[in-house]
């Protein structure tokens, strides 16, 4: 039976977190590591650890109500606070005046379109950062809440099916579909005149979303073979840098992600307390680009992504502070 606390899910997630950020710092100086700064394995990651981790949610859940507000409660807060906060600050970093800034409705667009999670539809303020995204990582968060709003639909049909024949035959027709729709759209956006961002939106991620779900439905049977899974899965997972094809690689990777945090239990208690992963990925990009930005790019790369990190961790550990105060005393 899996162990909630006895886990390193939350210091996985935090590397995680650390890839991207380091990814997207570096990224500004053309320094790359296909291997160390990954954003892709890092993004699918996170998709991966929601699987598992949002599954054991619902069915622990005693309604829809209650899930869906477990889940608003844990992302709306942080989530619009970085959204409409650095709308607000980054009237400091403009060419506009306050007046003109907040009163364009270019500011007005940013703001109702990222409120929705639509950030991709304006993800620029009026006359800041030479009209580059405020917050370039935002671009997933709709692919997650995607996932809160299909899980419902995907257990109620698995337990429908109830042989389990048929339920690994369903998941498995997802995760070929999902490992398609990737492929196609890869390969041939270019040629059908669609845009290639397509190929990262919510079917093509639902391999590695159903990937994690799979095995918490069936953690029993995987924490008896895992240690016979994990070579091979080690194997798929370099190989894919070398192959470019991601048809083993959604259920490779969640072997391994789920494999290292039930092995290394001794960083159980890293972000037990508080999880920093969540704020220092919304908080990271637009960070990033009030530095970068107000030193013109005259900085050191390994100076400028560990400041990035630094105050992203800070803001995250001063607001996650003040919550939980305000809690303690409303009580």
Excluded at 203 to 210: D, L
Excluded at 299 to 307: D, E, G, K
Aim: charged share 10%.
């Amino acid at each position: 039976m899996f162990s909630q606390k006895d886990n390193a899910f939350n210091a996985i997630r935090l590397l995680l977190c650390f890839m991207v950020v380091f990814m997207h710092a570096f990224g500004h100086f053309g320094i790359t590591n296909k291997f160390l700064l990954d954003g892709h394995v890092a993004v699918c990651g996170f998709f991966i650890i929601s699987g598992f981790w949002i599954t054991k949610s619902y069915l622990s859940s005693p309604n829809l109500k209650v899930f869906f507000f477990k889940r608003a409660r844990k992302i709306f807060p942080m989530y619009y606070l970085s959204v409409i906060g650095f709308s607000v600050l980054c009237v400091l970093f403009s060419a506009l005046s306050a007046k003109e800034y907040f009163s364009s409705i270019e500011y007005w667009k940013y703001v109702f379109w990222n409120c929705l999670f639509l950030n991709f539809v304006h993800p620029s303020l009026p006359a800041t950062f030479n009209g580059d995204a405020v917050n370039g990582a935002l671009w997933t968060i709709k692919v997650e809440i995607g996932f809160y709003v299909i899980l419902p639909l995907l257990l109620w049909i698995y337990q429908k099916l109830k042989s389990s024949t048929k339920q690994n035959i369903f998941f498995l027709t997802l995760y070929i579909l999902s490992v398609a729709y990737n492929l196609l759209l890869k390969t041939y956006a270019s040629k059908w005149h669609l845009p290639s961002q397509l190929a990262h939106q919510l079917p093509g991620f639902i391999s590695f979303f159903i990937s994690g779900m799979w095995i918490y439905l069936h953690y029993d049977t995987f924490h008896k073979v895992k240690n016979y899974l994990i070579i091979p899965s080690l194997i798929v997972y370099f190989a894919h840098y070398a192959t470019h094809t991601e048809i083993l690689f959604p259920a490779a990777l969640a072997i391994i992600i789920v494999w290292s945090a039930v092995q290394f239990k001794c960083l159980c208690n890293v972000g037990k307390e508080i999880d920093f992963s969540w704020g220092i990925y919304l908080f990271h990009f637009p960070i990033m680009q009030i530095l970068f930005y107000s030193a013109k790019g005259e900085l050191n790369p390994y100076v400028y992504a560990l400041c990035v990190l630094a105050l992203s961790f800070m803001l995250t550990y001063s607001i996650e502070k003040i919550s939980r105060l305000k809690r303690t005393t409303s009580r």
